[in-house]
């Protein structure tokens, strides 16, 4: 196919594929359950104060063989355990979640064997789990820290944490909140770093592990655009306008054997990335500036606090008050009209609150009305919280995010966005992105 015919054919097409429902639903909660060693010990916990099911939502989903990892925040009380598993074939829609590794890893303000949050997690080649602990209680004005920020590492094998590290005390502000963790893996499993995004204290924290040490990146691309902090979801119009950087993803390695990290500001339409080069090198930290990019803007309505790249450079995003998953081709241009949707469902897909890829190129999602139950509330007679997945050839078909590169060989369209010119293409010297 000649290069023009392809963007024409898949544009056509894209705007056709918005009508096209494609994930397929795998669980399907009204409310979360959980799975206590015995009948009476959850009744007990209800009683007790200690589960309150209505107090309980899933927010990051990670997929590990037959296991779906679920997280659920501290935001209230009556949260038995902030990350959990489910088994992927189990023949049931509304798993009761069970505790990883076990219950008592799980306890509230125990900082050195507990976890007391969790938001996203994120699962290596190297059967690993990396789940950031934000050692809190509560959320907004009612948050207390029992507990410092710890980067733990799980062996999926054995169930056995590897590793514990607290953030230093210059790795956060006053105003930290960290809900994310992209996992750069490297040649061998001890090259391996975790980059965490500080929305509201506005920073990108990297960790080594070989060095099992942190450090800190500040810019001016971690902030929110103030014209940007207003949002209506399934009706409900409110403003998050302090949000800075949140949703990651890494690239495959490029020709020079570093990624890249394309990330956005939650109060933003932008997207920014940086070379694995810059945030592994702690030299870096204060005299980097200029290595990091300012792409286009996605277009109206395109918050996104979740999104995740596969093996071969597809990137897949969450657009919150689109209900709607999106995707972009990373080796064509970061402008909208590469942009693609690959679901979209006002009952289905209200807030979708993290997706991610298997290693069976499977894409799955979770929807779970954040909105709604942090500003409003939920009803318990609907299905609130859905897990969704795909094969990603089925999802991408007959979207812009199809086009392969091959098809765009000898197309350069100069980029638009005046500041950031053909660098796009090769920021790095004598380097290509492609
Ligand atoms: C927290 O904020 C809410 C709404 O903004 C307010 O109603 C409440 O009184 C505040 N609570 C505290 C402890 O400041
Ligand atoms: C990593 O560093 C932390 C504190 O800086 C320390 O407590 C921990 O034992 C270290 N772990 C390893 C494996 O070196
Ligand atoms: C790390 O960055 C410093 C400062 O830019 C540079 O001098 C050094 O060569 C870099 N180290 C590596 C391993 O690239």
Not at 68 to 96: C, D, H
Not at 130 to 144: A, P, R, S
Not at 177 to 204: H, K, P, Q, R, W
Not at 258 to 271: D, G, I, T, V
């Amino acid at each position: 196919m000649k290069p023009k015919h392809c963007l024409v054919f898949f544009a056509f097409l894209c705007s056709q594929a918005l009508a096209t429902f494609k994930l397929q639903e795998h669980f399907q909660w009204n409310i979360l359950d959980y799975e206590y060693p015995s009948e009476e010990a959850r009744l007990q916990a209800i009683l007790t104060g200690r589960f309150k099911p209505e107090n309980n939502l899933p927010v990051g989903i990670e997929i590990w063989n037959d296991k779906m990892f679920i997280s659920v925040p501290r935001w209230m009380e009556g949260i038995p355990a902030t990350l959990n598993y489910v088994p992927l074939n189990i023949p049931v829609k509304n798993p009761r979640l069970i505790p990883y590794p076990d219950w008592e890893s799980n306890e509230l303000g125990n900082c050195e064997k507990g976890l007391s949050t969790v938001y996203r997690i994120k699962a290596d080649k190297c059967d690993r789990l990396w789940v950031l602990d934000t050692g809190t209680f509560g959320i907004e004005n009612t948050t207390q820290n029992p507990c410092p920020y710890a980067l733990n590492v799980f062996d999926l094998r054995t169930n056995q944490r590897l590793r514990r590290y607290e953030l230093r005390p210059e790795d956060t502000n006053t105003n930290t909140f960290i809900a994310n963790i992209a996992v750069d893996l490297g040649d061998t499993c001890d090259d391996a770093f975790a980059y965490m995004s500080d929305e509201l204290g506005y920073g990108l924290i990297a960790y080594s592990f070989r060095e099992n040490k942190s450090w800190r990146f500040t810019h001016s691309y971690f902030l929110p655009d103030p014209l940007r902090g207003d949002y209506t979801i399934d009706k409900l119009n409110f403003q998050w306008g302090e949000e800075g950087i949140f949703g990651m993803s890494l690239t495959p390695p490029k020709a020079d054997g570093f990624k890249l990290l394309y990330f956005s500001p939650l109060a933003s339409h932008r997207e920014f990335v940086v070379s694995t080069q810059t945030l592994r090198n702690s030299s870096k930290v204060g005299n980097s500036w200029n290595e990091f990019y300012a792409l286009a803007e996605r277009g109206p309505n395109s918050h996104t606090t979740s999104r995740v790249m596969d093996d071969k450079g597809l990137q897949f995003f969450n657009l919150i008050d689109q209900n709607a998953i999106g995707c972009w081709n990373s080796e064509m241009e970061y402008k909208s009209e590469n942009h693609g949707i690959v679901d979209k469902d006002d009952e289905e897909l209200i807030f979708p609150a993290d997706v991610k890829v298997d290693r069976n190129e499977n894409l799955w999602v979770i929807s779970d009305r954040m909105s709604n139950f942090l500003l409003s509330s939920l009803n318990y007679n609907d299905i609130n919280f859905r897990v969704m997945f795909a094969p990603i050839d089925v999802l991408v078909k007959d979207t812009v995010c199809e086009c392969r590169p091959n098809d765009l060989s000898g197309l350069r369209i100069p980029h638009r966005f005046g500041q950031f010119p053909v660098q796009l293409y090769s920021p790095y010297p004598g380097k290509s992105l492609f």
